[in-house]
Every structure is written in C-alpha cells, then in structure tokens.
C-alpha cells in the first residue's frame, strides 16, 4: 500500500512537533514530503534529516541554516516557498503556524484540491468566508485540527447538517478560571503560561488565559460547520476530558472524550477516513473509572470580555475577524514582552476594534490588509498604555 504524502506548515512548533510523534509511530503509513517553519532554520533541517524529506522552507526570507545543507534536501524561503511546499506533491497538507503566516499556503493547498489538516485557527477566523467557499469549488476538503472541532466533526460523523440544533464547545477555562478580578489585574506571563491541562505554544496558551482562544474557536466553528452564532455554545469544563458536544434536533448530544492530548485530532486528520490502530496514541486509552466528576458552567464575561468580542466580531464579519486576529496578536506580543498587564490585553484589543475601520467584502490580499491594520492599532493603543 502506498503511504499518504504529507507536508506540516509550522513543524517546530507545538503542533508540529506533535504531528511529528504522530508520524514518527506510524512512517509505514504516511511519508513527509515537505516541512516549513519560520526562523528556526537549523532544527527544521535537523527534522528533515530525520524524516528524510526532500523539501523545506523558511517563512523568514533571511534566515538560514548555520551549516551547508545534507545532500538531497532544498530549500526554498518567503510566503512563495511555504505555497510550493502547500501546492507540492503533499496529498494531506497541515497548517500549524501562527497568525496569518499560514493563510496563503492554505489557499495555494486548497487550489491545488488537497485535504487541508487546520490547526491554524487565525485562518478561518480571518477568512472562512473564502476559504470554505474555495474548498468547495476545487474539492479539498478542510479537516480541523483544533481538539473541540475535531470532537464535534467525530460526533457529526454520519449525522446530517440539518439535525444540528446547537454545537456546544469546551474550555478548560485556563489557569485563572477562579482567579479574582483584582488578581487578574497583577497577573504576569509566568502565571498566564502555566495551563493546568495543555502544554502549547506561548500566544495560544496566553489566548487560553483571556478565553480569546475559545472565541477564535466560536467563529471556526460558525465557519467549519456552517451553523449560525445563536447554536454556538462555550460551557467551562475544567477537566478538557470532554473535547467538545452536539446537541441534536431531537435533544441526543453527543460527545467525544480524551485525554488533553492534541495526538488524537491530528492522527484522526492524518488518517481520515480511516482510525489509525494504536491504542497508546495521546498517553493511551481513557480510564473512565478514575474521572472521578466532569464539571460544566457557563464562561463569566464579566472577568473574559474577549470571548463576547469575539462573537460580536464574528457576526459583523467582513473585516473585522482579521481585524480581531491582528489586533489580539499585538496585545499577546506586548503582554508577554511585560509592556502591558492582563487586563489590559482585552482593553487593547477592544480599543484596536474600535478605531479600525471596517467593510463587508474582503479578499484574501486585503484580509492580511486588515490583519496587519489590527496589528498595528494594538500596537498604538498599547504603547500609549505602557508609556
Ligand atoms: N499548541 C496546541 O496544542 C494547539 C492546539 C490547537 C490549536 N492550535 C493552533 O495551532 C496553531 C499553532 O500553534 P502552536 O501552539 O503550535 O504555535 P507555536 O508553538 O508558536 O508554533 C508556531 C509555528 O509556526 C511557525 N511560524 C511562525 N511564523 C512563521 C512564518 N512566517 N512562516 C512559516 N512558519 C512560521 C513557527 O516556526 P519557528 O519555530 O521558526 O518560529 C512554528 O513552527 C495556532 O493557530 C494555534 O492556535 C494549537
């Protein structure tokens, strides 16, 4: 049997690297043909050693590797270099950068018909319009990545669009789910980094904090599954044993459980339709014996504005995701330089979203536009807080 071609866009990232483990259990069955990052060149070549892959790129278009590259490796550098990786012989294409580094390779992937593997939330949120419409039209299918959306595409296996009545997504609630208000406001990188379930890259650990990350994910989902705002629900469940649930038209709802281990999403991605057979993929099968209790309770937006932001955001559309994207980039950037507080990053983002523009239709071209617009408003409004 052949194995399945596939590239990771992001491969020294947390994603990444866990795609890899994934891989690295099952090369019988897939093998990598492409691996791109942005600035850490000499890891990405020492991957690509390791995988025997004939094709890397670099996003940061100055970056280089410190020695001369292994025969049988090229590499290519800039946005062009991570499209031809996304465009290339790759069958399955994973997108695990950050921001909107992804968006344009994801596009040339969706072109070319091939199965998109999305981790990269930040892409639909800015774009899902175009995106899903894109994927339509060449036949390429999107597969989510993201743990709650992969919970909720598993539940909706054999279930057709119109037995939705709502998606109901879970958060961990981050490490300040009891925190005071008061405390919030002391609250420094050190303690928003330390997430009592997952281990993941910095700006979605610190999006986890201020629960922009679940809103991110509302406006995914909208896009994912094309349901309307009102059927997207965020209930806190600490424990991130239950991924995510649907609730159906004749009140069923189901759920998918595991351990808070991104290997199962990205194994069900890799393989679908097919289940790989590994019975110790993610830290092995759940032990329901010892759950002990699951808990659920609604998000307190009072203490987590964003998450409001974000639905507001969703449902104006057009630009204003991007907008959001951008603008909370900037406030991630400055809170973990130590420029700004915890509270503020959502005063930033909120202020950005205020005095950005915004219009109903966007391009691909203009949603970076308007990404970078958001950027830089965060940016102002930040500087003006810190000085
Ligand atoms: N981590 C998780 O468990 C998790 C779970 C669900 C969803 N996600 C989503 O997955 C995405 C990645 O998250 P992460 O936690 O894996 O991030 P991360 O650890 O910060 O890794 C980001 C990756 O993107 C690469 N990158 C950055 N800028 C780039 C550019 N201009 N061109 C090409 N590659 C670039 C980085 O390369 P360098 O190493 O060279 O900087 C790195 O490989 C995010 O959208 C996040 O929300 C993450």
Request: proline residues 5%.
């Amino acid at each position: 049997m052949s194995r399945r071609k596939v590239a990771i866009l992001g491969s020294t990232g947390s994603v990444g690297t866990q795609a890899l483990n994934v891989l690295r259990r099952h090369c019988d069955a897939f093998q990598i043909v492409g691996l791109a990052c942005g600035s850490n060149a000499d890891r990405l070549v020492a991957q690509a050693v390791e995988f025997d892959v004939p094709l890397i790129a670099l996003g940061d278009p100055n970056a280089r590797p410190t020695a001369p590259l292994p025969d049988g490796i090229r590499l290519v550098t800039g946005p062009e270099g991570l499209c031809d990786i996304a465009a290339g012989s790759a069958e399955v294409v994973l997108v695990a950068t950050i921001g909107e580094a992804g968006l344009l390779p994801t596009a040339a992937a969706i072109r070319e018909g091939k199965a998109v593997g999305l981790a990269s939330k930040e892409l639909l949120v800015m774009t899902g319009s175009l995106l899903t419409e894109m994927a339509t039209r060449h036949g390429s299918l999107i597969l989510p990545i993201d743990s709650e959306h992969s919970a909720i595409w598993q539940c909706l296996q054999g279930e057709g669009h119109r037995r939705i009545a709502r998606l109901l997504l879970t958060a961990s609630g981050g490490p300040f789910l009891d925190t005071p208000l008061e405390e919030l406001a002391r609250a420094g990188r050190r303690e928003a980094l330390n997430h009592p379930n997952w281990d993941m890259g910095p700006k979605v650990t610190v999006d986890s904090a201020t629960l922009m990350n679940k809103g991110l994910e509302v406006i995914e989902a909208h896009w994912l599954f094309g349901v309307s705002y009102d059927q997207i629900d965020v209930a806190v469940h600490q424990q991130s044993v239950v991924h995510s649930m649907v609730e159906f038209t004749d009140g069923a709802v189901k759920a998918q459980l595991g351990r808070p281990s991104m290997d199962l999403p990205i194994a069900y991605a890799l393989a679908y339709p097919e289940r790989l057979v590994d019975p110790e993929l993610g830290g092995g099968p759940l032990d329901l014996a010892d759950l002990n209790q699951l808990t659920f309770r609604p998000p307190d937006t009072e203490r987590f504005p964003l998450l409001d932001l974000a639905y507001r955001a969703g449902r104006r559309g057009g630009s204003e995701p991007a907008v959001l994207c951008g603008a909370d980039l900037a406030a991630v950037e400055l809170f973990l330089a130590g420029r700004i507080g915890f509270l503020d990053i959502a005063r930033v983002v909120g202020e950005a979203l205020a005095t950005t523009g915004h219009t109903k239709e966007i391009s691909l071209d203009e949603a970076q536009a308007w990404h970078q617009a958001g950027f830089e408003a965060a940016m102002n409004v930040g500087a003006a807080l810190a000085s």
